[in-house]
């Protein structure tokens, strides 16, 4: 079995990663550390591919950049990294991004990571706000009536700094700007939320953090809390003020005497007050990119599917090695996972009937992982999404949707 699973891993590379390195003259290898100390620089890259059932088919390519130092510090995976994400879809919805990570800045323990990225959804889903909200049937659902066209820029650098042993405060901008364009019988156009027509949304999060994890991102052992506060005001140039809150706690459990698999949860309440235009309501605090639907929350259902104030979520995993193998003198690690996301939201303009409805999405996928410092991820989700029987109709009913996604990086 572990030969087959072997021999498909490395069809998987030879088709879709490409890496090289430069090595001193010792090229060691046979650890982490000697990996990280006998490399200065690492390269990987591959194809992005999925299909969800509101983008379409998506293709692209994601490419990573990585810079070791010479004597590698403990629990630091690299010393920079820098990744480029080009991706498109069938349906008018691309994402390009660049992202800049330094772990041990100056060698202060200081980390800085930034997200910068062009977002353009033509037809993006709006299905309502609140935790009840069922939706017509595709094939029965006018036409253009859930959708709206936006165009996204955004840059969100995060800067950690050390505050006390163990304890770090993070500062993080969360600049976005986007311009909203409507259909004239879309539901948009019929409720016309806050940022109806988009706008200037820049949120300013001050965080502490505890980071006890034995490496990342492949963590094994170890948990991460943190706790923060954000606002967005218009003295600080919004054009919309909000104020909001999120708790979060991860931690990974390492399920007998190693790391052959592992049990890993996260669980968070986030909370916005004020002003929080419609288009940000699914994108939630803290110091992680998280979204509700797509591909990090309620994977399987469509991105933004619910839209609240306040959000209740947690993802839960069992991953599995499969395989550790070496191939063009590199580690590789090959994970089978299963997993199951929750979230609930609320908000006061919304009805809501049905206390204990948490909508739950559960999948499978492998992972493949490179010389742990990088991580390709296939996510095949399901979620039971809830369609109105007839227009007009009050009664609703559930059926299966269907999400694949082929990307970077574990989702917590």
């Given at each position: 079995m572990k030969r087959a699973i072997r021999r498909f891993a490395n069809v998987l590379l030879l088709g879709l990663t490409v890496s090289f390195s430069l090595t001193d003259a010792q090229g060691k290898t046979e650890d982490l550390k000697e990996i990280?100390?006998?490399?200065?620089?690492?390269?990987?890259?591959f194809p992005l591919a999925n299909y969800t059932t509101d983008r379409g088919l998506g293709?692209?390519?994601?490419?990573?950049?990585?810079y070791f130092s010479d004597t590698p510090?403990?629990?630091?995976?690299?010393?920079?990294s820098v990744a480029l994400q080009f991706y498109q879809t069938t349906d008018d919805y691309a994402f390009h991004k660049l992202l800049l990570d330094f772990p041990n800045l100056f060698d202060t323990r200081a980390r800085l990571d930034v997200v910068s990225g062009y977002e353009a959804w033509a037809d993006s889903n709006f299905f309502g706000i609140g935790n009840d909200v069922p939706r017509y049937r595709p094939e029965a659902t006018p036409a253009k009536y859930y959708n709206y066209d936006v165009v996204n820029f955004w840059l969100v650098p995060t800067l950690r700094v050390p505050l006390v042993k163990k304890w770090d405060i993070f500062v993080k901008a969360n600049i976005r700007v986007a311009d909203v364009k409507h259909y004239e019988n879309s539901l948009l156009t019929e409720t016309q939320p806050i940022g109806f027509s988009g706008g200037f949304y820049p949120q300013w999060s001050l965080g502490i953090l505890t980071d006890r994890r034995n490496k990342e991102p492949s963590t094994s052992q170890g948990y991460v809390f943190e706790a923060s506060v954000r606002t967005a005001q218009r003295f600080?140039?919004?054009?919309?003020?909000?104020?909001?809150?999120n708790i979060t706690f991860r931690q990974w459990f390492e399920m007998g005497d190693?790391?052959?698999?592992?049990?890993?949860?996260?669980i968070a309440v986030d909370t916005n007050q004020g002003e929080t235009p419609f288009f940000h309501q699914s994108k939630l605090g803290g110091s992680q990119w998280v979204e509700l639907g797509g591909n990090i929350v309620l994977r399987g259902l469509p991105f933004g599917r619910y839209h609240g104030l306040t959000t209740l979520y947690s993802n839960t995993e069992i991953r599995a090695k499969l395989v550790n193998f070496?191939?063009?003198?590199?580690?590789?690690?090959?994970l089978g996972v299963t997993y199951i996301d929750a979230a609930r939201v609320w908000h006061p303009d919304a009805a809501d009937n049905r206390?204990?409805?948490?909508?739950?999405?559960a999948g499978v996928g492998p992972r493949l992982v490179y010389n742990d410092v990088f991580v390709v991820r296939l996510d095949i989700g399901v979620g039971l999404d809830e369609f109105l029987s007839a227009p007009g109709s009050l009664d609703s009913s559930y059926a299966p949707v269907l999400g694949i996604n082929f990307m970077a990086g574990h989702p917590f």
């Open positions: 990280q100390g006998g490399r200065k620089y690492d390269f990987a890259g293709f692209g390519a994601f490419v990573s950049f990585f510090k403990e629990k630091e995976p690299y010393r920079a600080l140039l919004s054009d919309f003020e909000s104020y909001g809150a190693s790391d052959e698999y592992v049990f890993a949860y996260r070496r191939l063009w003198n590199r580690k590789f690690a090959v206390p204990f409805n948490i909508h739950v999405t």
